[in-house]
């Protein structure tokens, strides 16, 4: 490399990007954004951060549905709350930005490895979301009468929407993977080790 006169680079500048992304659900690199009382680390989801910036991967981090709707002093709430239509029209947005990043580096050269989502969550669970107990649960009304929740096999709202628009831009190579927010919702050590095996 050589520089002219005025200190101004001549030659090409090197670049020694990885060219290797991920996307990560919003609270996998801030946990200020869960729902008070479930986050499991002061800031960010320490395992997987340290995992990627072994393998040289970037990180685009998507907004959060939740926080970006309701904002941070929301209550927890289930899969058939968050089943609106104007939560849904919220995510697809989400959604479109999202793919049309990833469309865009992919276009560029780029590596888009996927999507990381958080089971347990009602919007963002890949393989376990929150969801009412039973077929029973009526939800609404005063707080102190919150009907009880457990983890069901289904995909959170934001996440259906992801997959809509991945199969509608047949980019179906790019992968879903999740990391669980609590061990009622997976195997933490065995998802991580799902994402380490992607990114190889």
């Known amino acids: 490399m050589t520089l002219d006169p005025l200190g101004v680079v001549k030659d090409k500048i090197a670049d020694v990007r990885s060219g290797k992304l991920i996307f990560l659900s919003h609270c996998l690199l801030n946990q200020n954004a869960c729902v008070k009382g479930i986050s499991s680390e002061p800031a960010m989801i320490t395992p997987l951060i340290k995992l990627l910036m072994e393998y040289e991967v970037g990180i685009y ?10 904002g941070s002093a929301r209550w927890g709430q289930v899969k058939q709350q968050y089943s609106t239509p104007m939560f849904r029209r919220h995510c697809q947005k989400i959604a479109e930005q999202m793919f049309d990043q990833a ?5 560029t050269g780029h590596k888009v490895i996927g999507f990381v989502m958080r089971d347990g969550s009602p919007t963002c669970g890949l393989c ?7 077929d029973e649960q009526i939800w609404g009304g005063m707080v102190w ?3 009880r929740q457990r983890f069901g096999e289904t995909q959170g709202v934001y996440t ?9 831009r047949g980019l179906n190579d790019i992968l879903m993977l999740s990391l669980p927010e609590v061990p009622e919702a997976g195997n933490f050590d065995a998802k991580l080790e799902e994402i ?3 990114i190889r």
């Open 196 to 198: 380490r095996a992607a």
């Open 160 to 168: 259906e929407t992801l997959f809509a628009e991945r199969e509608k």
């Open 61 to 70: 981090q998507m907004p959060c549905p939740e926080v970006t709707y309701y």
């Open 103 to 107: 469309e865009n580096y992919r276009d």
């Open 145 to 147: 009468k919150v009907p």
């Open 128 to 134: 376990r979301s929150a969801v009412s107990a039973d």
